[in-house]
């Protein structure tokens, strides 16, 4: 009988798959304990952080963010997830990469640098679950992943903020423009993509649909899901999920908090019900460890992420038949 591994399973399993014995409060902190590796083949999801805040409009501090998840995640790596009653990594293989490398005083080489970082990944076959870091690392993102899946994208988008208003300048960094520039390059197809929370105005919501946070909070979170569900169909989708989606009782530690958001109970229902969705790509961002209190921020990022790598099991298994 194989012996268990007893701790730092992040650097001492040998396969992708099965987990460890660790003490919570101890060892290498990757990613729900998962291998530190940049070795891609066999993998079916990458786990990796883009560590940029230079985008943020009001408070910094998410470069701090991915280290913050992946801090979070360790209770999550002891226990089987709630509700799913299984180990998600018995099959699915699952690394976490470590974090993007990107010269952060040269601005100008931070887009190029995100874009071959989910190239790289992406050619391996394998799908990519990232954490920022503030929410304009989705932008080179989705240019990678509209690379690979082809344009345009459905966008599955959890915000306060639209992060729609005009910017055609080329070479702006701005967490509230990405998906102006998204919509504008084609990466994105307004008509079947959602932004489900929002709760601050824009003149222009660039034709896509809105499920505001009083819509989410009069339908429940049963009937949102649904409507997600139906304005996404089948077609190649990317899920971003901004931490200030919540509310900042559930979720103070972010750049630009807004009043009267999701639950945590709520939004992770919805994520949960993410199934029949084709996801192609993934992020969780606006993490920002300096304002949160008692980690409850990181934590709600942390189960969010685990519980899309809940659904991307499943998603594996039914492919399987």
Not at 247 to 255: I, L, R, S, V, Y
Request: charged residues 20%; proline residues 7%.
């Amino acid at each position: 009988m194989t012996q268990p591994i007893l701790g730092d399973g992040a650097i001492r399993r040998p396969s992708l798959y099965g987990s460890s014995i660790e003490n919570t409060y101890a060892g290498v902190l990757s990613f729900m304990r998962r291998r530190y590796t940049r070795e891609l083949a066999g993998a079916d999801v990458v786990i990796s952080g883009v560590p940029l805040d230079l985008a943020v409009t009001f408070r910094p501090g998410a470069r701090l963010g991915p280290a913050a998840i992946r801090a979070a995640s360790v209770q999550l790596a002891e226990l089987k997830p709630y509700p799913w009653g299984f180990d998600p990594f018995e099959e699915l293989a699952v690394i976490d990469y470590g974090d993007c490398w990107f010269d952060a005083h040269n601005p100008l080489s931070i887009v190029p640098s995100i874009v071959e970082h989910a190239r790289t990944i992406l050619a391996s076959g394998a799908k990519m679950l990232t954490f920022g870091g503030d929410h304009f690392v989705t932008y080179p993102l989705l240019k990678a992943h509209a690379e690979k899946f082809g344009a345009p994208l459905s966008l599955i988008h959890f915000d306060a903020h639209c992060d729609t208003w005009a910017d055609d300048s080329p070479d702006s960094l701005n967490h509230g423009t990405m998906f102006y520039k998204a919509v504008k390059e084609g990466l994105i197809d307004p008509k079947t993509s959602v932004q489900v929370g929002i709760r601050t105005w824009n003149d222009d919501f660039m034709g896509i649909h809105i499920i505001d946070a009083p819509t989410v909070h009069a339908i429940g979170a049963q009937a949102t899901l649904e409507r997600i569900l139906a304005i996404v169909g089948q077609n190649p989708a990317y899920l971003t999920f901004d931490i200030d989606c919540l509310d900042p009782a559930f979720a103070p530690g972010t750049g630009t908090p807004v009043p009267a958001g999701l639950s945590s109970a709520q939004a992770l229902h919805i994520v949960r019900g993410m199934g029949p969705v084709n996801l192609v790509g993934m992020d969780v961002v606006e993490v920002s460890p300096p304002f949160d209190q008692s980690e409850i921020t990181a934590l709600a990022a942390a189960h969010i992420a685990a519980d899309l790598l809940c659904v991307l099991r499943n998603q594996k298994l039914a492919r399987a038949g």
